[in-house]
Each structure stands twice: as structure tokens, then as C-alpha cells.
Nanobody
């Protein structure tokens, strides 16, 4: 069974930086789309950034210019570099990947367990 393992959350002051990481446990065949969502209390989950295998990226307007998504295809890992953090970035961040477990599998979406980011003012 594939699980996405996230790391890198924590408490930081406004203006600070954090880097989130996510990679699957176990062997897989291929990863297509990768990305990050976040969900704050009493709010809907929202897309933060996404990366396709074509290297095209997409960002929420609220994080453009501050966050950078990157991927390491050799490690099947995705990262989110978060700079100039604001209190409104406080949320639980979830990574997702669209994965083929074997060459004969269908593409399936997997989610990480979530990592908490708290930005103090």
C-alpha cells in the first residue's frame, strides 16, 4: 500500500520560511501530478500549488511570489518552499500525488496525512 509521508511543518514567525516535503513510502512505477492543498479551521480545502509531469506549475493567487513548488522525479518527491509567511497561511497542508503503482495499474490519487503550519504575528 502506498502512503505519502509529509514533513517540514511547524511554528514560525510572520516573515519567516518553511519547507515542506512529501514522498511516497514503498515502491511505485510513476507519478504524474503532484501538489499541495491546505485547510484552515472552518474553511474549505484549497489548492496551494500543483506541478504536472510536464513541469508546468500552478499557484493560488494568495501565494504567488512567496511559495515555490518543486519536484524531484528521481525521488518521486514534491516540495513546497514557503517564504514571507503570513498569519493567514496558518493551516494544515496536505500533499497529493497521482500515482501508478505498477506499469499495469490505473492512475490513482493519494493524499498525505497533513502537516500543520502555524504562523505567528
Amino acid at each position: 500500500q502506498v502512503q505519502l509521508v509529509e514533513s517540514g511543518g511547524g511554528l514560525v514567525q510572520a516573515g519567516g520560511s518553511l519547507r515542506l516535503s512529501c514522498a511516497p513510502s514503498g515502491s511505485i512505477f510513476r507519478v504524474n501530478a503532484m501538489g499541495w492543498y491546505r485547510q484552515a479551521p472552518r474553511k474549505q480545502r484549497e489548492l496551494v500549488a500543483s506541478s504536472l509531469i510536464s513541469d508546468s506549475t500552478n499557484y493560488a493567487d494568495s501565494v504567488k511570489g512567496r511559495f515555490t513548488i518543486s519536484r524531484d522525479n528521481a525521488k518521486n518527491a514534491v516540495y513546497l518552499q514557503m517564504n514571507s509567511l503570513k498569519p493567514e497561511d496558518t493551516s494544515v497542508y496536505y500533499c497529493y500525488m497521482v500515482i501508478k503503482r505498477t506499469a499495469f495499474s490505473t492512475w490513482t490519487e493519494y493524499w498525505g496525512q497533513g502537516t500543520r503550519v502555524t504562523v505567528s504575528s
